[in-house]
């Protein structure tokens, strides 16, 4: 990745408004207009910085309730991705970064939590993306987001890694070294109106994830549970297992359409977990991932 030149602070914003104006540019007419136009050129990087935002206990219980979470005076592993969502749409957003959003497909997540975070503190986000990778199917970009507490300290980390698909890359090589874990005995039933739930308390209201109609629109056969979402469920099942520092890391293999009903499997591995979420009753794997001390 090359040097990070200094990150530029925007508010960023999350919700159906930000939906809108990254699929701007993949709209036919609209696409060519001064602002939106992606300006084209050799992509060397892109960083930008959220504003202090102190972490307010109603909107963490919301998060906890949606996902599984039990309340407590500590935020969940993965809440400060509300944080750095934002700053993904806007770099997503920005005429300087290559493609639309609009297509980019959310292939792995790893977040490193350095210590626990208390309700009430005061966090700052900031993004870096670098240039693109190979993908044997397409192009992959890697948005790095650092979390610092009011000292300057990091206290969270993470790389979202998104798959824009194109011209296949037939000498790429991607390694994804996750293994297997059988289903368990834990079903979760979820139901038609996750997406929506989850949606209001992360402000990801991509059309895909709300319902049958607006999911078709986009080639689905209806509509499917966020990939973040399979994350954070997985990771409330082992929290009470998983030390204080810890990095998580997941691939999302499958998506999970609503209503449906998927199996938790999980087992020790290495001083951790290894962990799964399959379709229930069958071999469709939808998520792997392993959590190891960090």
Request: net charge positive; charged share 20%; aromatic share 8%.
């Amino acid at each position: 990745m090359a040097e990070r030149p200094a990150a530029r602070t925007v508010t960023g914003s999350s919700g159906p408004l930000a939906l809108v104006k990254a699929a701007l540019p993949a709209i036919p007419g609209v696409k060519e207009l001064p602002g939106i136009r992606k300006t084209g050129g050799e992509f060397g990087g892109l960083g930008f910085s959220g504003p202090a935002v102190r972490i307010d206990r109603y909107d963490v219980e919301r998060y906890a309730g949606v996902c599984g979470f039990p309340i407590k005076d500590t935020v969940p592993l993965p809440y400060p991705h509300m944080l750095a969502f934002p700053l993904h749409m806007a770099l997503m957003s920005d005429p300087v970064f290559p493609t639309p959003a609009m297509g980019m497909v959310h292939i792995e997540n790893s977040i490193t939590g350095h210590r626990p975070i208390s309700v009430g503190e005061t966090l700052t986000a900031g993004v870096w993306v670098g240039r693109a990778l190979p993908h044997p199917v397409g192009t992959a970009y890697q948005f790095a987001t650092t979390v610092t507490d009011a000292s300057g300290e990091t206290v969270w980390e993470e790389v979202s890694t998104y798959l824009r698909r194109g011209p296949r890359n037939p000498d790429a090589v991607w390694s994804s070294s996750f293994e297997e874990v059988p289903a368990g005995g834990t079903v979760w039933p979820l139901g038609a109106d996750l997406g929506r739930r989850y949606a209001r308390v992360s402000g990801d209201f991509n059309p895909i994830h709300l319902t049958g109609v607006t999911a078709k629109a986009l080639g689905f056969p209806r509509q499917i549970a966020h990939g973040m979402w399979t994350m954070a469920r997985c990771v409330a099942a082992l929290e009470n297992r998983l030390p204080d520092a810890v990095t998580v890391d997941v691939a999302f293999k499958k998506p999970v359409f609503l209503p449906s009903s998927v199996a938790f499997g999980s087992r020790h591995a290495g001083g951790g977990y290894e962990f799964s979420l399959t379709k229930r009753g069958s071999d469709t794997i939808h998520l792997l991932g392993r959590a190891t001390p960090a």
